[in-house]
C-alpha cells in the first residue's frame, strides 16, 4: 500500500492503511509459509521493502514507517528460523520500479529515467535471495540490482564449484 504525501495532509484513513496493509500482510503470508519452509528441511524467505526506509528528504513517511516494519520484523525472524534451515532477507528496490502500484499512488510524479530500475533486476536478484539457506546471507536487507550482479553466500560458492 503506497501513500505519498508529507504527514499533515496524509489522510488519517491512508496513515492507517500502510501498516495495516504492508506489515500485517508480509505477517499472514510469512506465518503461513513458515511450517512447509520448516517441513521441507529449510528453505528461503523473501519479504519486498523499499529503498525508502532510511530516506527523510520526501513526503511518503506514512509507506516508509510500514515498510522499516517489514524490514524488523524478517531481520528479528532471520535470527529465529537460522537453526531451521530458513533464509529470511528483505530485497529493496534499488531505484524506482513503475508497478502498477507505484503508478496508481505515485501521485502523477513523474520519475527521471536515470532512476527507473528495470523489474528485471528485482526479478534476478529475488531469485538469488531465493536460492539462499540459512548457511548463505540471512538476516539482511539487500539492494536488488547490487545483489542481481553476484552470487552471494557459501550455498552460491558451492554452486558455482568454489
Known amino acids: ?21 504492508n506489515p500485517t500482510g508480509v505477517f499472514l503470508v510469512t506465518r503461513a509459509v513458515i511450517p512447509h519452509v520448516r517441513a521441507r528441511g529449510g528453505g528461503s524467505l523473501v519479504a519486498v521493502t523499499t529503498g525508502g526506509v532510511g530516506m527523510t528528504d520526501r513526503g511518503a513517511n506514512a509507506y516508509w514507517v510500514s515498510k522499516a516494519a517489514v524490514e524488523r520484523l524478517y531481520l528479528g525472524l532471520a535470527a529465529d ?7 529470511v532477507n528483505c530485497l529493496a528496490p534499488s531505484r524506482v520500479v513503475l ?3 507505484w503508478q496508481a499512488g505515485g501521485g502523477g510524479r513523474e520519475i527521471p529515467p536515470e532512476k527507473v530500475e528495470p523489474s528485471e533486476a528485482m526479478a534476478r536478484a529475488a531469485v538469488l535471495l531465493a536460492g539462499q539457506d540459512a548457511t548463505g546471507l540471512t538476516g539482511t536487507v539487500q539492494r536488488s540490482e547490487s545483489l542481481a550482479c553476484t552470487a552471494v553466500g557459501p550455498r552460491a560458492a558451492r554452486d558455482r564449484g568454489d
Open 1 to 21: 500500500m503506497l501513500w505519498l504525501g508529507p504527514v499533515e495532509s496524509t489522510p488519517l484513513k491512508r496513515r492507517q492503511l500502510s501498516p495495516d496493509v
Open 81 to 87: 528460523l537460522r537453526e531451521d534451515g530458513i533464509s
Open 99 to 101: 508497478t502498477e502500484g
